[in-house]
């Protein structure tokens, strides 16, 4: 159980694997006003970032799991680089089946609500894990601009134009569901670009070294198309945001 090798290729030494620079992450950590002891448990929590500088800079403590082998090994030795080895730890495994040993403060899915097969059915995985009362952080992608075409649905990597919602729809879906929307912070275009064109180089230097690797006619046609994909559609039509929610 592991994610293609595409993605660590990808995401090379980046640490936030989402459209969200540490500022931002930071902003959303101070804006939730987390108190030392808080317990959150991070489903697909890529290299760790959110917890272990939330760890640093707050004292949460807490558990990331993400099907990674690579993330979660890089999570670890984020850990332990930052002094935090002891308040959080990392599993690696299926983040859709796990359920924490007791219930947790706050509950993450961020940029991952594949798991659920969408926001609800993430949101329904959250709440396992929640204390009464316990916030749920949902990362996930919304339409800036109503797609015009299918082919910028697709150039926004959606298959049809309702695979997202609106911010006005996206918010109104978490009340739907029966969540009461507390905070959010937003990617902006700036956040995207570090992080889409960051993909590109870690792309570019990794053919460079490995000509001749099975994977490098599939992420040669990659690098060929998304810069262009990328600027027509994604930086002018998606947005993204992380969103925390309370249960009514």
């Known amino acids: 159980m592991d994610l293609p090798r595409s993605f660590v290729i990808r995401e090379g030494d980046l640490r936030i694997l989402n459209p969200f620079d540490a500022g931002k992450l930071a902003t959303l950590g101070r804006a939730l006003k987390l108190a030392p002891g808080t317990s959150i448990l991070d489903l697909c929590s890529g290299k760790g970032e959110l917890l272990c500088t939330w760890a640093r800079d707050h004292g949460v403590v807490g558990t990331g799991v993400d099907i990674s082998t690579a993330f979660t090994a890089a999570a670890a030795e984020r850990a332990a680089e930052l002094g935090v080895a002891d308040r959080v730890r ?75 919602r609106d911010l006005p729809g996206l918010v109104g879906l978490f009340g739907e569901q029966g969540w009461d929307l507390v905070e959010m912070v937003l990617a902006d275009q700036d956040s995207w670009d570090r992080y889409a064109a960051a993909h590109w180089l870690n792309v570019r230097r990794w053919l460079d070294d490995n000509p001749d690797d099975p994977l490098a006619d599939e992420l040669r046609q990659e690098l060929t198309e998304n810069p262009l994909r990328y600027v027509r559609y994604g930086r002018e039509y998606l947005g993204w945001g992380v969103f925390a929610l309370i249960r009514r």
């Open 90 to 164: 990392f599993v690696h495994g299926d983040a859709a089946a796990y359920v924490s040993d007791a219930p947790v403060d706050v509950a993450a899915c961020v940029g991952a609500t594949w798991i659920g097969g969408g926001v609800a059915g993430t949101l329904e995985i959250l709440a396992r894990c929640l204390r009464p009362g316990g916030m749920a952080l949902v990362g996930e992608p919304y339409w800036r601009i109503d797609p015009p075409d299918q082919a910028t649905v697709e150039g926004c990597h959606a298959t049809i134009r309702y695979d997202f």
